[in-house]
């Protein structure tokens, strides 16, 4: 059975900082390419990032490039999300995932970011 558990959202401020975790349990994570993908309030789920199997291959949507920071440990079955310099649009609840539109995800972590 597949799980995804996701941690280390919060409320910071505009400029503020968080990592987000994702364990993953169930499937071959160290051979599985894996996403973070988030919903802001409202909209639809979008794609935020991107890691090959080795974590030496790696995508971000425009907004957050040079700003987010995709890892993963292999041997713990982890997935992070480092979320530096944060901005109001993006809150969010963030989802770790198996494909790139969500449909294997996990049941999320809020991070909400005011100014």
């Known amino acids: 059975q597949v799980q995804l558990v996701e941690s280390g959202g919060g409320s910071v401020h505009t400029g503020g900082s968080l990592t987000l975790s994702c364990t993953a349990s169930?499937?071959?994570?160290?051979?599985?390419?894996m996403y973070w993908v988030r919903q802001p309030p409202g909209e639809e789920i979008e794609w935020v990032s991107d890691l090959n199997p080795n974590g030496d291959d790696t995508s971000y949507r425009l907004n957050v490039k040079g700003r987010f920071t995709i890892s993963r440990d292999n041997v713990k079955n982890t997935l992070y999300l480092q979320m530096t310099n944060l901005k109001p649009e993006d809150t969010a609840v963030y989802y770790c995932?198996?494909?790139?539109?969500?449909?294997?995800r996990g049941r999320g972590t809020q991070v909400t970011v005011t100014s």
């Open positions: 995932a198996r494909d790139v539109i969500g449909l294997q």
């Open positions: 169930g499937f071959a994570f160290s051979s599985s390419w």
